[in-house]
């Protein structure tokens, strides 16, 4: 590998390769897509028995589709094998989005993102694991049991995409479609030692369920930036109907994602918007994140934003609590009969109610009060080009940790949340792109994140701050213990 990189010698060695390495042999004939999608399978059913990433194996469309690909394909990611998180439809395929409620539905259309995926070549083989309605940051829901960090099978490997980000991180494949309402891509990579975009607001369609989304945007988890950068090309675009969108950029972000940047004017953020205590792990990654930028020639500075309010902190969970209750309603649509308690999770049933109690008006001034939120945090962010704080204000939590915290009353989760991963949820807010960055290693062995957040629609910068980072400290050869394995 031109970085001296040296990964397992078989076959199934290469899905630790970047998807661009991938397509590239796929494209000369080094190896063929039937190889890797069966080795592909065959680490999914190895390893699944000890991570349980997947909810759905789809092998025998994905082979039969891998059969078809020859060399001279001229679609740029031919033959690569991709998972998909199950929170997204694609026709014919159960979508169950971690809930016992949806676990006899069968989703009769193709989201936009499945269409522009299969479109540049990939291979779906398979739907992965996610907490009921992607609620919770760890990935351990009452339907499938919990998925577990291929780093340390004691802890979690994030959520709510922590299916996905299992599944990279233990070589099954070398990325994976996911999504972020309040860190969803971000908390897992951070996690698992990957590269997570949450990109603007707009830049990726909802089409055709929805015109767009006050905080949800769907992405991948990748090994390395430039993936990330390239599948954001993959994926972003105007969709007919698209109530809103964000403005294409000058040059395709795949190309931005290996320019040098100017000197860039950094805010280090280390106080949490939210009530937390940091770990001074996690403060001091940050913190030598910031030198290494300095080393670059950047120039950074302490950035204060003033917390949340308490208000603003009720708007944000009224806003989810809204969103749950669509989605049990809609399990009540498949159902035929109204939900009782037992159909779905006690956090959920209680998001449920509360948000059934909202009345219109209610629901409206929540959604203007986390506007004007958004106005005051990015006003205050924009004396800056990029913010930098941690990833997470903890290590990731063993199994149980926020899921045991749910008796006596289930909503004490959503607080244990906020105190493990308070950096994030703040952007889905204010729209602006943000990315987690695993540019260290702990003691613990586990992997170190740093987050780095852009100006709105500001992609390009950031993602060509964060090449520049990751050609300076490199991380993609470090291998989690499962995969260095072989």
Known sequence: MPDGTEYPGTIGGLLVRPALELAELLRWGQVHARELVDAALRRLEEREPRVNA??????????AVAEEISPNDSRPFAGVPIAIKDGTPQEGLPMRIGSALFQNYIADHDAATIGRLEEAGFILI??????????????????????????????????S????????????????????GGGSLRIPAACCGLVGLKASRGRISFAPDRGDDPLVTEGVLTRTVADTATLLDVLAGYEPGDATWAQPPANPFGETAGVTPSALHVGLMLEPPVPADLDPVCARAAEDAAGLLEDLGHHVETFDLAPLTEEEREAFDDVWAVLAADGVVNGAGILGRPTIPEDVEPLTWALYEKGRALDAISYRRSLADLQRLARRVVRAALAYDVLLTPA???????IGTIMGMERPDPRNALSRSDRFTPYTALWNVTGQPAISLPLFHGEDGLPLGVQLVGRPAGEASLLALAGQLEEARPWRQRLSPMTRGG
């Not at 997947?54 to 082979?63: G, W």
């Not at 070589?171 to 996911?178: K, W």
């Not at 997470?392 to 063993?398: D, E, F, G, S, T």
Request: net charge neutral; aromatic share 6%.
């Open 392 to 398: 997470l204000a903890q290590r990731p939590v063993p």
């Open 54 to 63: 997947f909810l759905f194996a789809d092998a025998e469309r994905a082979l």
């Open 161 to 180: 995409s922590g299916g996905s980000a299992a599944a990279v991180a233990a070589g099954v494949v070398p990325l994976a479609h996911g999504s972020d």
């Open 126 to 159: 398979g739907r992965t694991t996610m907490p009921e309605f992607g609620i919770l940051p760890t990935t351990e829901p009452r339907l499938s049991g919990p998925t577990r960090n291929p780093w340390d099978l004691s802890r979690t490997p994030g959520g």
